[in-house]
């Protein structure tokens, strides 16, 4: 049975899940998850994003969410950095932070397939190495934020668009959707 680690740009999942289905759209994150695996075993699933200021009015629905992740079963949470440029922020250290984990798990051989959730096509050049490794690696992302060197590169690209998103919609609050997970 393969051997599954996820790599979720979460900045380009959000949004993708924004444009695609609104923004008050909540991702049910551990059936996510186990849609993306299958039948085969999850090892880890990593999740980067860099925290929102905390002058941000959405800054603390962010950190609860984040906070949330932390908590539910076999989640990892990297988090980058945002940096303000002119009027807004820039994310830094998140894809490089993807990079590193893909390289490293890669060759400690800690997955057989790699999932990466992610249109981000600088990523390209990692799955090549990752593959040249003797390792899978399987591509998602909505269409509209697809990197076409990117999911030509990958072994699978399939995209978000086709999944079942009303299945795949929270039905509370995070908080207690992880409290629940822990009774």
Do not use: C
Request: glycine share 8%; proline share 3%; charged share 25%.
């Amino acid at each position: 049975m393969d051997r599954v680690a996820i790599f979720i740009d979460g900045s380009n999942l959000y949004k993708g899940l924004v444009s695609s289905l609104g923004s008050d759209y909540r991702l049910d994150f551990v059936g996510f998850i186990e849609h993306l695996v299958g039948s085969r075993k999850l090892l880890r699933a990593y999740y980067y994003n860099a925290p929102l200021p905390a002058e941000d009015p959405a800054a603390k629905a962010h950190q609860s969410f984040l906070n949330y992740l932390k908590r539910v079963p076999y989640v990892t949470v990297r988090l980058g950095r945002l940096e303000r440029r002119g009027e807004g922020f820039v994310e830094k250290g998140v894809d490089i932070q993807i990079a590193i984990d893909l390289l490293r798990l890669g060759y400690a051989r800690a997955f057989d397939v790699a999932i990466l959730v992610s249109g981000d096509g600088d990523f390209a050049e990692v799955v090549k190495v990752i593959q040249d490794m003797g390792l899978q690696v399987e591509n998602t992302t909505f269409q509209s934020l697809s990197s076409y060197r990117l999911a030509q590169q990958a072994d699978r690209y399939f995209p978000l668009d086709e999944l079942p998103w009303e299945q795949l919609r929270a039905r509370g609050h995070y908080e207690q959707v992880a409290a629940e997970s822990y009774q």
